[in-house]
């Protein structure tokens, strides 16, 4: 079935950067986006960006603009969120979610989640 | 941007019961919205998208309904499974989420 696995959690002191990952498997890698989304705690969800693993574009939402890189490794079915310039806001639950259905934006599956900590 | 308000914040409901969870865009998103559950724990899981079509695997008891910038998401008889929290979703304009509504079961 369709899995999306990320690695574990991470303890970052303000100012630093995290990379996320997110493995694949169960389906064509290269034939969906991935996207990025966190949650902190007891708080609703934020879209952070978007990946296309076949061409390499991406984009992410304003607020996150020049701190954010997103990649792909299609050798490994892996894609990658790095945030950088970390503050205490950026406390969340990171997830990568696959588009659903091609060029449509909404998601399922959802990875497990990746807790990111920043404190100093 | 556009902002997503749902309500209620939260209920609390008896099994069997029907519920109905609602969601206001700030502009017309057409029939471009998406729901998701939230189980304690979990990760969130896409219910409906497109307003009102429900994604593989998701029981006939949820259903949406709405559009422009009104939206429902009705759940016909409530299960103890169902609790958790209840997200919309616009990709009209760019992305972006409602607050949820957190359900509990009586």
């Known amino acids: 079935q369709v899995q999306l696995v990320q690695s574990g959690a991470e303890v970052k002191k303000p100012g630093a950067s995290v990379k996320v990952s997110c493995q694949a498997s169960?389906?064509?890698?290269?034939?969906?986006?991935i996207n990025w989304l966190r949650q902190a705690s007891g708080q609703g969800l934020e879209w952070v960006g978007w990946?296309?693993?076949?061409?390499?574009?991406?984009g992410s939402a304003q607020k996150f603009q020049g701190r954010v890189t997103m990649t792909t490794d299609t050798s490994k079915n892996t894609a990658y969120m790095e945030l950088s310039s970390l503050t205490s806001e950026d406390t969340a639950v990171y997830y990568c979610?696959?588009?659903?259905?091609?060029?449509?934006?909404?998601?399922?599956?959802w990875g497990q989640g990746t807790l990111v900590t920043v404190s100093s | 941007e556009v902002v997503m308000t749902q309500s209620p914040a939260a209920l609390s409901v008896s099994p069997g019961v029907r519920v109905t969870l609602s969601c206001r865009a700030s502009?017309?998103?057409?029939?471009?919205l998406a729901w998701y559950q939230q189980k304690p724990g979990q990760v969130p899981r896409l219910l409906i998208y497109?307003?009102?079509t429900r994604a593989t695997g998701i029981p006939d008891r949820f259903s949406g309904s709405g559009s422009g910038t009104e939206f429902t998401l009705t759940i016909s008889s409530l299960q103890s499974e169902d609790l958790g929290i209840y997200f919309c979703?616009?990709?009209?304009?760019?992305?972006?989420f409602g607050g949820g509504t957190k359900v509990e079961i009586k």
């Open positions: 979610a696959r588009r659903a259905v091609p060029d449509h934006w909404y998601f399922g599956p």
């Open positions: 169960g389906y064509t890698f290269s034939n969906f986006d």
């Open positions: 990946v296309n693993p076949n061409t390499g574009n991406r």
């Open positions: 502009q017309n998103i057409r029939a471009n």
């Open positions: 497109g307003t009102s």
């Open positions: 979703q616009q990709y009209s304009d760019w992305l972006s």
